[in-house]
């Protein structure tokens, strides 16, 4: 009760010192007032477009996100036992992570559809995230718990549960959830640059295209309330299946 009462006092300065700035601006159509926001957001709620949007972004993002957690993990345990395939997969990384999201996407352009950019924009956000940490997580595995699950001659079972497993798991969940707010930014923005046929990037771009200021706030409030519902759902359920026996 005492941090619903924090986060809600929070949240009403917020909106208080953005009414504000809309009455000393007194132009709607650069800051619109939370009320009309709120009241628009109402009205796509009840809207099946509005769903289809939502559903056709988080299938993309989702699809992107997931396929970059299995690549992630299987190129992080590659890299960590196999010296030269870290030497010859390392450089790839770098150039993953150095590249900026809208090149990547111009590039993607040349080669996939609307529809596909986002999903390959997602994972080529996320992939190399999980890939470094899975790699820390192997790596910084404490050498003389191997050495006395050797001598214990323990089952590889065993040592994975027992041993990795907790080595790594607070790097995978820090890039699991790390990764989920990067897949679905960048799958926003691909969409707003590709304009998809369905999609909330699409929105975006037509608000922004038509002026319709409000409609650009609102489909920004939907956005992060579902980066946040994302995020902690996510979090909650890899919790969830690393802590079942």
Known sequence: ??????????????????????????????????????RRMAELIITLPFWRDIAASLIRILIGYLSALVTGVAIGILTAKSKVMDAFLSPLSRIVRATPVASFIMLLFLFL????????TSFLMVMP????????????????????????????????????????????MAAAKAGMGLAWKAGIAAEVLASPSLGIGTELYNAKIYL???D???WTAVII???????????RLLRRVYDTP
Not at 147 to 163: K, Y
């Open 1 to 38: 009760m005492k941090d619903l009462l924090k986060h809600s006092a929070v949240a009403a300065a917020w909106l208080a010192l953005w009414q504000i700035l809309y009455l000393t601006l007194g132009r709607a159509i650069i800051l619109p007032s939370p009320l009309s926001v709120a």
């Open 113 to 120: 559809t609307k529809e596909r950019i986002p999903i390959v």
């Open 129 to 172: 995230v999980v890939w470094s940490n899975v790699y820390e997580g192997i790596t910084g595995t404490d050498v003389k718990l191997l050495e006395m699950a050797r001598v214990f001659r323990l089952s590889f079972s065993d040592t994975l549960r027992h041993i990795y497993l907790p080595g790594i798991m607070p790097f995978f």
């Open 212 to 214: 319709e200021t409000v």
């Open 216 to 218: 650009l706030f609102a």
């Open 225 to 235: 309330l579902i980066s946040i519902a994302l995020e902690r759902l996510f979090v």
